[in-house]
């Protein structure tokens, strides 16, 4: 009897610690354009401005000033959201 009761305990133990050391990974910081995923962890690029928006010329979208995005995804350019919208490139979407 005595070794059933310490053969249970050392599983139930065993267990427990198993679930409590799982790590939880939060999240990436990534947003969906559509065709493709990226990070947001380039320097931004100088020339942006009051105004301006940052097209994402690879992915096809623009994102406005506050955005994590704003003139840090690898291929783009400044340019005005009228210009930009003119060109065919939409709004991304928001990030939380």
Request: hydrophobic residues 30%.
């Amino acid at each position: 009897m005595t070794t059933k009761f310490l053969a249970l305990i050392s599983v139930i133990t065993i267990a427990a610690f198993s679930v409590i050391q799982a790590p939880s990974q939060p999240p990436p910081n990534t947003v969906s354009s559509g065709r493709t995923n990226e990070t947001a962890t380039n320097a931004e690029r100088p020339g942006g401005g009051h105004g301006l928006v940052w097209v994402n010329t690879e992915s096809g979208v623009y994102h406005r000033e506050g955005s994590p995005f704003y003139g840090t995804t690898e291929k783009g350019k400044h340019m005005t959201e009228q210009d930009s919208i003119q060109a065919g490139y939409k709004r991304a979407p928001k990030t939380t």
